[in-house]
């Protein structure tokens, strides 16, 4: 599953029950917060082939490069999952839009999309 924004996070912890009951929810949701801008924030190199993603976990990833989350990132490695058109679209608005400002390589089989291929060279992002 790809990493949730902590507004999704928050969502999908809504969904579950603590046995103590909800006083939990505000500690998990800060702590998880906390780790995601932390780790997001220092990320280079972020490494998620052969998880057997499709479409959908690419636009949700896709999501997540768009909120700014990984501004130091630079290599992306996505190949050996099951990204289509759609996840591949998804990942070129993001990255048009200027989601990851430090990319320098973005690793994904369906390497031929138009829009992806248009703006990695636009960007000088260099997509194998």
């Avoid at 990493?3 to 949701?29: C, I, R």
């Avoid at 932390?38 to 280079?44: D, I, W, Y």
């Amino acid at each position: 599953r790809p990493p949730l924004l902590p507004s999704a996070f928050a969502a999908e912890l809504e969904k579950k029950s603590f046995t103590n009951g909800k006083e939990d929810y505000p500690l998990v949701k800060g702590l998880y917060k906390d780790a995601f801008e932390e780790r997001f924030g220092k990320a280079t190199k972020l490494i998620y082939g052969m998880l057997g993603w499709g479409d959908a976990e690419a636009a949700q990833l896709a999501e997540v490069l768009a909120s700014g989350a990984a501004p130091r990132l630079e290599t992306l490695l996505l190949a050996g999952n099951k990204i289509g058109d759609e996840g591949c679209k998804a990942l070129a608005a993001a990255l048009k839009e200027g989601a990851a400002p430090s990319l320098k390589l973005l690793s994904v089989d369906n390497d031929k999309q138009p829009e992806l291929v248009a703006v990695c060279k636009e960007r000088g992002i260099e997509l194998r």
